[in-house]
């Protein structure tokens, strides 16, 4: 069965999730090294001519180095014109504040079989050290496990595995919906805006309008909700972001607008899988706050014919209506 840590499964209240999208995630080419191909036919030419090569080699490179005047020129061709450019050294201390960090992983078990990683996440990890790459996705695999049972251990798993590949979106990604289930909001937040920035797509944008909400914020949700193109996304992220909308709405007080919102995506009973199932039961949820409580429980059977798994609590939500 292959894990990919970027899905989840939410809660059956109206703070929406975000399927994962597949042109989040784009494969990228091995960052290895090329080999030299050049053999060492010449290593047997004596250490007199190897010196002698080594020091032509070096007064041709001071030659190109200056110009007719004998003024000394910066050798890198890309910074040649560049006058005081910027020095970027790392901070004092960087270098033990990361093994100081990695001594702090949370531990993995030894069984882990990261082929359980979706294979363009793993793809993606390629530009890692080999050793890193593999730490990184026992990690992921961690998160993805824990989400749901243990979100502040799934969390400090992807956190560890931002540690030691924060430039790859779907690692941000992932620490990211980790932190959105352990409802640190602000944080994962942060990390879809950088995952969506890595990855140059639209993001998991129903989870960061949900993150808007759970920060108090419900009209910057229903305003980033306004800026996608709804053309670009797939039907379970519209449904998502509808319920985030549907959610913003109500947190403002507006249940007939938050209906509208729901039903621009056409609540459909015979359609039977969670996101619909989804849909309906926040469409009754959103009846029964309009005091229209025999539509609510109209729509609360619709959920029990579609939610197969019973993932939703639709059951107990109709009997205590009836």
Same mark, same amino acid.
């Given at each position: ?202 993001? =998991?944008?129903? !989870?960061? +309008? $949900?993150?808007?909400?759970?920060? %108090? *914020?419900?009209?910057? @949700?229903?305003?980033?909700? /306004? ?51 989804? =849909?309906?039961? !926040?469409? +009754? $949820?959103?009846?029964?706050?309009? %005091? *229209?409580?025999?539509? @609510?429980?109209?729509?609360? /059977? ?21």
């Amino acid at each position: 069965m292959t894990t990919d840590p970027t899905s989840h499964t939410d809660h059956s209240n109206q703070r929406g999730g975000d399927s994962q999208s597949s042109d989040q995630r784009k494969t990228r080419n091995n960052g290895g090294r090329r080999e030299d191909s050049r053999g060492r036919k010449g290593a047997s030419r004596g250490r007199n001519k190897g010196r002698r090569f080594e020091k032509d080699s070096t007064e041709r490179s001071g030659q190109r180095r200056r110009g007719e005047s004998g003024e000394r020129r910066h050798a890198n061709r890309a910074g040649a014109k560049r006058k005081n450019a910027p020095v970027h050294a790392q901070r004092p201390g960087f270098r033990q504040e990361r093994i100081s960090k990695r001594a702090a992983d949370p531990d993995l078990p030894a069984d882990l079989d990261i082929s359980d990683l979706d294979p363009l996440v793993l793809q993606d990890l390629k530009v890692l050290s080999k050793d890193n790459a593999t730490a990184v996705a026992k990690h992921m695999l961690m998160a993805a496990l824990l989400m749901e049972d243990d979100p502040q251990l799934a969390l400090t798993h992807a956190r560890a595995a931002k540690d030691r590949a924060g430039r790859i979106s779907v690692v941000r990604e992932t620490c990211g919906i980790a932190a959105y289930h352990a409802q640190e909001w602000g944080e994962a937040l942060s990390e879809l805006r950088a995952a969506r920035r890595i990855s140059g797509g639209l993001g =998991l944008v129903a !989870v960061m +309008a $949900d993150c808007e909400r759970g920060l %108090g *914020r419900p009209e910057k @949700a229903i305003e980033l909700a /306004r800026e996608v193109d709804q053309n670009r996304l797939d039907i379970e992220t519209r449904i998502e972001l509808a319920i985030v909308v549907a959610g913003a709405r109500q947190d403002l007080g507006q249940t007939d607008s938050a209906l509208l919102a729901l039903e621009t995506m056409r609540p459909d009973p015979t359609k039977q899988n969670l996101s619909w199932a989804r =849909l309906s039961y !926040v469409y +009754a $949820d959103t009846l029964l706050s309009a %005091g *229209r409580i025999d539509d @609510a429980k109209t729509w609360f /059977r619709h959920v029990l014919a579609q939610d197969v798994d019973r993932i939703l609590d639709a059951q107990q939500r109709l009997e205590e209506l009836e």
